[in-house]
């Protein structure tokens, strides 16, 4: 799609390539240890680079034509996925969202918080959920999905995943009174939901 090319092309020539190339490798090696993939503090890099370059790698590392060499990742066991406060793009969210099914199709908990996504990652997001049958926790705190993007929230929850969401968070997400209402009572239809924060 055009999300994932617009994101895709001259990786190699992002600021500091090498040095986020080095770090995201390195998570990968912990997480054969643990299952998650984890960025939850500034790096000192641009979130839209380490984004980028973390999908990217992510793929390369995890794709069927790599699993007899030393540095294959399983996909099956990336579990989670934390990658907050990084003020990750909306446009480099959509796209890192676009990839989830490619390199961790196991997902159990997706952590985005702390970043700048809205309608275009959530929608993104809506599009991705039948991708991912084993996500069961949403976390996007402090982001900007508004009304219009909790309502694509919302929606693609009640058709994909009503029976198996535990935890849902989107507080801090300019949601206004009407938004809020709404998580309310679509929370009902959730029937194993145990957390969920959509203050302001």
């Not at 986020?20 to 993939?37: K, N």
Request: charged share 20%; glycine share 4%.
């Amino acid at each position: 799609s055009s999300i994932m090319s617009a994101n895709t092309n001259n990786i190699s020539s992002i600021p500091h390539y090498d040095e986020l190339q080095q770090r995201c490798a390195a998570e990968i090696v912990q997480c054969r240890d643990d299952g998650i993939i984890e960025f939850n503090s500034p790096t000192g890099y641009r979130g839209d680079d380490l984004a980028r370059v973390l999908a990217h790698t992510l793929t390369q590392h995890t794709s069927p034509d790599r699993q007899h060499q030393h540095d294959h990742l399983p996909s099956s066991c990336i579990t989670s996925v934390v990658f907050t406060d990084q003020q990750m793009s909306d446009e480099v969210g959509a796209h890192f969202i676009q990839t989830l099914p490619l390199w961790c199709p196991n997902l159990h908990i997706l952590n985005l918080s702390g970043n700048q996504l809205s309608l275009l990652s959530v929608t993104e997001l809506a599009r991705t959920l039948p991708s991912l049958p084993s996500l069961n926790e949403i976390i996007l705190n402090y982001n900007n999905l508004g009304l219009e993007g909790a309502r694509v929230l919302v929606s693609a929850l009640e058709e994909h995943l009503f029976d198996r969401l535990v935890t849902l968070m989107v507080a801090s997400n300019d949601l206004g009174a009407e938004g809020v209402k709404m998580m309310q009572e679509a929370s009902h239809s959730f029937l194993k939901l145990k957390t969920l924060d959509i203050c302001k």
